[in-house]
């Protein structure tokens, strides 16, 4: 420890999640001195209890449909039980390979991580202590800059109880829910619903507002929706939760929906409540430093540097956007601006991906006008007897602005037509996609912007 408190660090990182160790990581690509301190797991939120956990049971829920659709492709298959404990272990095993992988790099590029609660007493100085009572003080950092990246929690429930759960406890219970209410209808929501409806729960969605994914494509989100209800899934939006009831061995939920001013009781074995996240931070304590805050977030430039000169910032704590890949860059972003190089974040090329059954993914904005293309004439989706869903493209007058996918594969489909923004749509329709594969109809939708895909029956 007398060698850590020795050392003057060109950046101590307090947070070990994607925009933390991502960020440790560059700035020692760069020749920089640097260490993460983390109470908790490196790969934060992500790799323990969020992206990669989900994902995990997404790709299993999704193996599980595929099974059993097998019949259409003439594959006998018999009764198909999951085998939850099994799965869990899985899940486990897979987050743990994930972790271990995260402190390999760190390990190999001579990265400290220290266990403890860090609290800076300025941008060159952090103190780190066993817990955050501050009980004990573990050491002292000297450091020339410090980067903030404390990561988000989700939002608690009204009524704490067992049976009203968070994202964080839902992959913990010991059995899969014959029933289950989710409140809230966004990714983190739907993503859930997938998992578990596809393991065989009876799942209901809850959604305050007239739609699910609000701010996003209404005839994509819109057919999502219809997509879901196909599956068994049941949606009711504009409906608000106005008392949480727990029974001996149920939950119930007093329902107000809007549009018909009518109350319904719902009944679940457990509830999950997903309508967001919070940024982790002590106000208070970022005030006194002269680091300026809103309840959205730590307030960052482009470069992700705080009111406080020396101070940096990264991550869902920043309030911008709550997904690991802005995390990371974000981290890239801040280690490069303390190790005196010119970056800056741009925002406006964010992938927005939903990992749920169907796949569902955004990029860009909307234009003055938009071109369709549906699975249902794409040769690779056919194949692979994964026709739901279509592509949308945004142009504005001559050039690609957005999409918004819907269907297999959604969320690798994305960083495909992410290449195309910013280019003429003559040089679109110049290229040459490979034949068959679903990219194709990323291809064909901007040329449908033009009245000009070649696999759609023309407009009348």
């Not at 993460?36 to 994902?55: H, S």
């Not at 095993?93 to 609290?119: M, P, R, Y």
């Amino acid at each position: 420890m007398d060698t850590i408190q020795n050392t003057i660090y060109d950046a101590v990182i307090i947070g070990g999640g994607p925009a933390g160790y991502g960020a440790a990581l560059r700035i020692a690509q760069l020749g920089g001195k640097t260490c993460v301190v983390e109470k908790n797991k490196v790969g934060g939120v992500c790799a323990n209890v969020g992206c990669i956990p989900t994902k995990t049971f997404l790709s299993i829920a999704h193996l599980l449909s595929l099974t059993k659709k097998a019949t259409t492709a003439g594959i006998v298959v018999g009764n198909i039980n999951p085998d939850y404990a099994a799965i869990q272990r899985h899940v486990q095993a897979t987050v743990d390979k994930t972790v271990w992988g995260i402190q390999q790099l760190l390990k190999s590029a001579d990265i400290k991580i220290i266990e403890g609660c860090a609290f800076p007493i300025s941008a060159q100085e952090v103190q780190v202590f066993a817990d955050e009572q501050k009980s004990s003080l573990k050491c002292t950092l000297k450091t020339r800059n410090i980067i903030i990246a404390t990561g988000s929690k989700s939002k608690l429930p009204p009524l704490l109880h067992p049976r009203i759960i968070t994202s964080n406890e839902i992959f913990m219970l010991d059995s899969i829910p014959q029933e289950l209410i989710i409140i809230g209808g966004g990714y983190i929501g739907l993503e859930i619903a997938s998992i578990f409806s596809g393991l065989g729960s009876k799942v209901t969605i809850i959604e305050i507002l007239p739609g699910i994914l609000s701010g996003e494509d209404s005839e994509i989100t819109a057919e999502m929706q219809r997509l879901m209800e196909k599956e068994g899934i049941t949606f009711f939006t504009d409906s608000k939760v106005e008392e949480f009831m727990p029974q001996e061995d149920c939950i119930q939920l007093k329902v107000l929906h809007a549009k018909t001013k009518q109350q319904s009781l719902l009944t679940s074995d457990i509830v999950l409540y997903a309508v967001g996240r919070i940024p982790v931070f002590d106000q208070e304590q970022l005030s006194t430093l002269g680091i300026e805050t809103t309840a959205a977030g730590i307030i960052v430039d482009d470069t992700m540097q705080t009111t406080l000169p020396g101070a940096y910032t990264v991550g869902d704590v920043t309030g911008k956007f709550m997904l690991a890949h802005v995390a990371l860059h974000q981290g890239i972003v801040a280690a490069e601006s303390v190790m005196g190089l010119s970056n800056v974040m741009n925002y406006e090329r964010v992938p927005r991906c939903i990992y749920t059954l169907p796949e569902i993914a955004f990029i860009g904005k909307k234009g003055n006008s938009e071109g369709k293309f549906h699975f249902t004439a794409n040769g690779r989706a056919l194949t692979e007897n994964q026709t739901e869903g279509m592509v949308k493209a945004y142009l504005q007058n001559e050039m690609v602005v957005g999409f918004s996918i819907l269907g297999p594969h959604a969320c690798e489909l994305i960083a495909f037509a992410g290449s195309m923004l910013g280019k003429d749509y003559k040089e679109i329709k110049k290229m040459i996609v490979a034949h068959p594969t679903l990219a194709e109809a990323i291809w064909e939708a901007v040329l449908d912007a033009k009245k000009e895909a070649v696999h759609k029956l023309p407009r009348r």
